[in-house]
């Protein structure tokens, strides 16, 4: 099946990085989102994001022709109308996501392939009661989206090998490079990459050291190119104590949100995108 419209439900963190590089691609881009100050938001961000890659030589086309592939409305009617791929990044809630294609599957062409872009939900539950379950995959895009060159895709227990080929021909247009996985909690990059997560979270609890020496740790002796905390402030303390929270329900004890991160998204320290989590911004 050919892809010409993708619709992105949510323009948050992930959501508008995906509309920049479905609109880069070529593809006929419309961003959703329950609010319009975020429709605008995301809109600056991705032109922001588009004439530094095009200072930098790194944009192929112009910044004018990639935004005029770009439409943003609160409307979910205008967004799904005609689209051949869903993607869905809102917040990590069960609810809201089975919610969102409830609607989606009266909205979006009966062909539409839909994807979600959850970081460690079950894409089986998400596709159930989507009365297109074969067509439903996971999409999991990594932050920021324009930089990073993983997608992961993850194949829930109904999804078919053409909706499989589709995403991973999908994947290639837009310049990522995939790896398929089983739909299980955690797939394979959330379930390591919290643990890391979580585990610098307790050592910063017991006082091991700062955090800016436990991120050194890593990058120093592990080479990893962002230190564990680092990375969770970028991602969202947030968003990364939900993940837990499901990871723990799923798999048990070694993922355990510490209390620490508990009170610091308590305190709306989220991180990057609040200006402070465990660092300042
Ligand atoms: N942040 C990351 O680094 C990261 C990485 C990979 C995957 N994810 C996953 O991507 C998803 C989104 O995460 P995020 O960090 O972009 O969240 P976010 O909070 O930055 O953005 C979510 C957006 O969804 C919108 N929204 C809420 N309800 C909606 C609805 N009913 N319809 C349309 N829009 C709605 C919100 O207004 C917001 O703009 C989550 O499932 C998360 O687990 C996040």
Redesign the pocket.
Known sequence: MEIRKVAV???????HGIAQVCASSGFQVAL????DV?LAK?VEKVRGSLEKLASKGRLQGEVADVLGRLSVSSS?DSVLDGADLVIE????KME??L??FRVASAKAPAHAIFA??????SVTEIAADTGRAERVVGL????PVPVMELLEIVRGLSTDDATIEAAVAFAKRIGKDPVVVKDWPGFATSRLGIILGCEAIRMVEQGVASPADIDKAMKLGYRHPMGPLELTD???L??RL??MEHLFAELGEQFRPPALLRQMVRAGKLGR?SGEGFYTY
């Open positions: 439900l949510g323009a948050g963190t992930m959501g959703g989102d329950v609010s975020q995301a979910m990044a809102v917040p990590e809201l996501k919610e969102l979600t872009n959850t970081s460690s939900l999991h895009f990594f932050n970028l991602v969202g947030d968003v939900a993940i995108k």
